[in-house]
């Protein structure tokens, strides 16, 4: 997965970019994070509130800012995204 983005980070304002806006449910403003996980994280996630999976990329994990956020938990997801983009492996996308 040469030249796979391990994270993105981005700011939804006033509805904008719209696709990002709508999935992560922001009608104002927010920031939010996209990362790689492994189909048991990416279920776990998809349980949580703040945690999203968004439907343009498999693989891929959302999390809104504007909530309470973990940022030692997140730091530790950033860290597997990078060795999953790193190490190619297919189940990050299963």
Do not use: N
């Amino acid at each position: 997965m040469r030249g796979t983005t391990f994270a993105h980070v981005l700011e939804i304002r006033d509805g904008s970019p719209p696709i990002y806006a709508e999935v992560f449910g922001v009608a104002d403003r927010s920031t939010v994070v996209t990362f790689q996980a492994d189909a048991d994280e990416r279920r776990a996630l998809a349980e949580r509130d703040g945690f999203c999976l968004p439907p343009w990329r498999p693989g891929i994990v959302g999390q809104d800012f504007s909530g309470r956020t973990d940022w030692t938990e997140l730091a530790e997801l950033l860290v597997e995204s990078h060795r999953i983009c790193r190490s190619g492996r297919k189940g990050a996308r299963s």
